[in-house]
């Protein structure tokens, strides 16, 4: 089992930056697939970023433009994610989620376990 836990959310004014954080604890994630996703009132939940087992990266390009950067630090058996020159559209939930299984792992389906998600909310 894991269990997973977000920090990092608040409130910023459009163009700032947050870093959403996620500690892990019951085993090491460090061989995990790994993902944050996000869930704005009224939407389904959107794939964000994942960094994968060989630790390469995938975006929702679309939604993230190059803006978010996902990344792991194994020592702390966190997963990361940095927000660059936010939008009032990334207001959302983000969740972060582990043990993700190929191929479908751009879908929130894919993974195991789940945290409890952070409020991010973007003032223009």
């Known amino acids: 089992q894991v269990q997973l836990v977000e920090s990092g959310g608040g409130l910023v004014q459009a163009g700032g930056s947050l870093r959403l954080s996620c500690a892990a604890s019951?085993?090491?994630?460090?061989?995990?697939?790994m993902g944050w996703f996000r869930q704005a009132p009224g939407k389904e939940r959107e794939f964000v970023a994942v960094?994968?087992?060989?630790?390469?990266?995938?975006y929702n390009t679309d939604s993230v433009k190059g803006r978010f950067t996902i990344s792991r630090d194994n020592a702390k058996n966190t997963l990361y994610l940095q927000m660059n020159s936010l939008e009032p559209e990334d207001t959302a939930v983000y969740y972060c989620?582990?043990?993700?299984?190929?191929?479908?792992?751009?879908?929130?389906?894919?993974?195991?376990?789940w945290g409890q998600g952070t409020q991010v909310t973007v003032s223009s």
């Open positions: 989620a582990a043990g993700g299984r190929a191929p479908y792992i751009t879908t929130w389906g894919a993974y195991a376990y």
């Open positions: 019951g085993r090491t994630i460090s061989t995990d697939t």
């Open positions: 960094i994968h087992r060989s630790g390469s990266t995938t």
